[in-house]
């Protein structure tokens, strides 16, 4: 079945440091790929997505390229600021198999002081 | 304009009882979707309607749990004689229309079910 895999948190930065979420996923079709943040106290809401292979999707700074060869999405953000900090999701949605459910991974908890 | 909201916010039961959650979705969105955030865990996919119609319901995690929609506007989930296992955080979400990279989700803050 599809499933979605990121990395564990937390991950704990300082200001203007470099990120990387890793998240890689399984699917039997063409899925769809979305990053969703979770800002304390907030209810998801997306972040940024890539509906086919190759596509880059960004947002915010925040940028994440469909890679079908490595069935990876990896979210990056060149320099991270404070009120970067909260939970990121990645998920997919394979439409191709015949439903419209998201599977989504266990979240990763980004911290970044300042 | 309003989102997606959820009620109640926090709700505490104590095993056996069922409870009603309610969901109300952005206005003219026609896909509707319930999760499930356990603690430690990601989101589960518990059930989505299109229109008052709910395709899936592979997620639901057993009988005990139902789900409805009515005038494909309102949602309630069901969950009778709760037990411990279910406290989590129920999410709902809309959207446009059935998502899948066309239409973005707009969740909802959740209800926190705490079963004792």
């Known amino acids: 079945g599809n499933s979605v895999t990121q990395m564990e948190g937390p991950v704990t930065l300082s200001e203007e440091a470099f990120l990387t979420i890793n998240c890689t996923y399984t699917a039997t079709g063409y899925p769809s790929l979305f990053w969703y943040v979770q800002y304390p106290g907030e209810g998801l809401q997306l972040l940024l997505k890539?509906?086919?292979?190759?596509d880059k999707g960004s947002n915010k700074g925040f940028e994440a390229t469909y890679r079908k060869e490595t069935t990876s999405f990896h979210l990056e953000k060149g320099s991270v600021q404070v009120s970067d900090s909260a939970v990121y999701f990645c998920?997919?949605?394979?439409?191709?198999?015949?439903?419209?459910?998201?599977?989504f991974g266990t979240g990763t908890r980004l911290k970044v002081l300042a | 304009g309003a989102g997606v909201s959820q009620s109640p916010s926090n709700k505490v039961t104590e095993k056996g009882k069922d409870v009603e959650l309610r969901c109300d979705p952005i206005?003219?969105?026609?896909?509707l979707y319930w999760y499930r955030q356990s603690l430690g865990q990601g989101l589960e996919f518990l059930i989505y309607?299109?229109?008052?119609?709910?395709?899936?319901k592979s997620g639901l995690p057993s009988d005990r749990f139902s789900a409805e929609r009515t005038g494909g506007s309102v949602s309630t989930l069901t969950i009778q004689r709760t037990q411990q296992e279910d406290s989590a955080v129920y999410l709902c979400a809309s959207s446009l229309g059935l998502a899948g990279g066309s239409y973005e989700q707009y969740f909802g803050p959740g209800t926190r079910l705490t079963v004792t």
């Open positions: 890539a509906t086919k292979a190759d």
């Open positions: 309607f299109q229109g008052n119609s709910a395709p899936d």
């Open positions: 206005s003219g969105h026609t896909a």
């Open positions: 998920a997919l949605s394979d439409i191709t198999s015949g439903t419209y459910k998201y599977i």
